[in-house]
């Protein structure tokens, strides 16, 4: 029963057996915790001996009247002024010049915007985001449109050719984004021996995409095809154009040997994920021996040519 559970949590999310077990320890510990106050009440409170009740018991419920009596009042008179509910507090609002790939959150609440979206563009930026024209920050969530209305001229994204996407203005590129487009070094390089510095380098790829992208290349044990870019969660048409133009493929890829691979071993690799074929093929390859060739997969009747076809780079016999 439990082999069976962690297979099929593997198989629903497409994890590991690691983190299969840690999924499933994660929801009993869930359930443990909905259910404790409901088993107290109903066997473990029963047996506690009941006297004469404590005197603290009338303060409390004093006490909870008295507060449900101000609650009460202090809704009617909100309701009665409405003034009040605005904010004591707000910081000035100053429309300037701004980038929203560089401002900090300050920055961009200091030009109006709410602090709930410019903690949205943060997060966006963080994730490898960038704003490529001024219209993308209405791809923000929430991001109201008169607001973009009033920030329109005020913003400024750097383009290629050094001018910034301003209206009726001419704004010269912030000096540190010309230093850092200026130590760029756009040479071809191997993609399955670079590290993140390499990546980085590119437009469009930030840090934590290029972590991305290199975790997902260990995992596959290397790209055999260009094609396989995008694959990588996360890209955008940019971020994929510049991997495709510099990054080469001239190292093998890590194969795994089809014939002594365990279930476990085959299960880790991204595209031998679905938990079922895996069970059949090794059922296969135990009636009737191991497997001499690409083709010989095919009798398997639970892979597909384009299973076969992509999973083959990284095959041996």
Not at 38 to 44: A, E, G, L, V
Not at 215 to 225: C, H, I, N, T
Not at 235 to 241: C, M, Q, R, T, V
Request: proline share 6%.
């Amino acid at each position: 029963m439990y082999q069976r559970i962690l297979n099929s949590l593997q198989d629903f999310f497409g994890i590991s057996r690691k983190e299969a077990r840690g999924a499933l320890m994660m929801m009993l510990f869930c359930v443990m915790t909905i259910w404790t106050p409901f088993f107290f009440r109903r066997w473990i409170l029963p047996l506690v001996p009941t006297g004469s009740p404590p005197p603290e018991r009338k303060m409390l419920d004093s006490i909870a009247l008295l507060l449900e009596k101000q609650q009460i009042s202090y809704h009617r008179e909100k309701k009665r002024s409405p003034a009040r509910e605005a904010p004591l507090l707000s910081e000035p609002i100053k429309l300037t010049h701004f980038d929203p790939n560089n401002a900090s959150e300050r920055e961009l609440r200091g030009v109006g915007i709410p602090a709930f979206i410019a903690k949205r563009i943060e997060k966006f930026r963080s994730k490898g985001g960038q704003f490529r024209r001024k219209e993308d920050l209405l791809k923000i969530y929430d991001f109201p449109q008169d607001l973009y209305a009033r920030l329109e001229n005020y913003v400024v994204i750097p383009a290629e050719d050094g001018n910034a996407q301003n209206a009726g203005n001419s704004v010269l590129k912030p000096q540190s984004t010309a230093i850092r487009e200026a130590g760029r070094s756009n040479q071809a390089f191997d993609i399955n021996q670079c590290d993140t510095t390499a990546l980085i380098r590119l437009r469009g790829i930030g840090g934590k995409l290029a972590q991305r992208i290199l975790k997902f290349r260990d995992g596959l044990g290397g790209f055999y095809s260009t094609d396989q870019f995008s694959e990588v969660y996360g890209l955008d048409s940019l971020a994929l154009s510049e991997l495709k133009r510099y990054a080469k493929v001239a190292s093998p890829v890590k194969k795994i040997n089809i014939n002594t691979a365990t279930a476990d071993e085959l299960g880790r690799h991204p595209y031998w994920r679905n938990r079922k074929q895996v069970q059949v093929l090794m059922n296969y390859r135990t009636r009737h021996g191991p497997f001499r060739s690409l083709e010989e997969l095919r009798n398997v009747k639970v892979l597909d040519d384009a299973t076969i076809q992509k999973t083959g780079p990284y095959l041996s016999f």
